[in-house]
């Protein structure tokens, strides 16, 4: 079985960036589409970023232009570049893979944006 592994979450000023990585333990080439989501506290999960194995893109509305989700096929790692960082950012960040045999999730990374 797949396991996802986020790190990179933090404490950031509101303007700053982090960059979020998600190790795969095994190769990424199964999934049909790996994806960023986001829970605030209170909140539900939402859609952050998706790339498809093929490399193609969706955003959510309030990330557009300021996030970037990338993969890296040989070190099985997906990215979530984030730039102009705003409180509302704050969540625990979850890496998601989809399979036709079902979805697999991360433990989560928290990112707080504050000053």
């Known amino acids: 079985q797949v396991q996802l592994v986020e790190s990179g979450g933090g404490l950031v000023q509101p303007g700053g960036s982090l960059r979020l990585s998600c190790a795969a333990s095994?190769?990424?080439?199964?999934?049909?589409?790996m994806s960023w989501y986001r829970q605030a506290p209170g909140k539900q999960r939402e859609l952050v970023a998706l790339?498809?194995?093929?490399?193609?893109?969706t955003y959510g509305n309030s990330v557009k232009g300021r996030f970037t989700i990338s993969k890296d096929k040989v070190k099985s790692t997906v990215y979530l570049q984030m730039s102009s960082l705003r409180p509302e950012d704050t969540a625990v960040y979850y890496c998601n893979g989809l399979r036709l045999s079902g979805s697999i999730w991360g433990q989560g990374t928290q990112v707080t944006v504050s000053s």
């Open positions: 095994g190769s990424i080439a199964s999934f049909s589409a």
């Open positions: 790339m498809t194995s093929s490399g193609g893109t």
